[in-house]
């Protein structure tokens, strides 16, 4: 059974920092792309960063580069993302997503609230 398992968000004040934990099981973590999505109240599921499964090169949103970072332990199926100097526009529900060639999966989501 696949399980795509977020933890570590919460409330947190402008300028804080966060770290989002994903625990992947059911499939073979080491051969899957991972990523952080994320979906503010209203608005659509947006990419904010990605890690490949080989080489562990990351991509990330305009809007977070240089605040959010992530990363990834194969020998604990788990993917991370570290975010610094959060902004209230970065209240979101953030999920966790895994992909291949044939397969994705998604994670039931964690919700983040940047406010004062």
């Known amino acids: 059974q696949v399980q795509l398992v977020e933890s570590g968000g919460g409330l947190v004040q402008p300028g804080g920092s966060l770290r989002l934990s994903c625990a992947a099981s059911?499939?073979?973590?080491?051969?899957?792309?991972m990523s952080w999505y994320r979906q503010a109240p209203g608005k659509g599921r947006e990419l904010v960063a990605s890690?490949?499964?080989?080489?562990?090169?990351?991509t990330y949103a305009d809007s977070v580069k240089g605040r959010f970072t992530i990363s990834r332990d194969n020998a604990k199926n788990t993917v991370y993302l570290q975010m610094n100097s959060l902004k209230p526009e970065d209240t979101a529900i953030y999920y966790c997503?895994?992909?291949?060639?044939?397969?994705?999966?998604w994670g039931q989501g964690t919700q983040v609230t940047v406010s004062s």
């Open positions: 997503y895994a992909r291949n060639t044939w397969y994705y999966y």
């Open positions: 059911g499939f073979t973590f080491n051969r899957y792309a």
């Open positions: 890690i490949t499964e080989a080489t562990g090169r990351t």
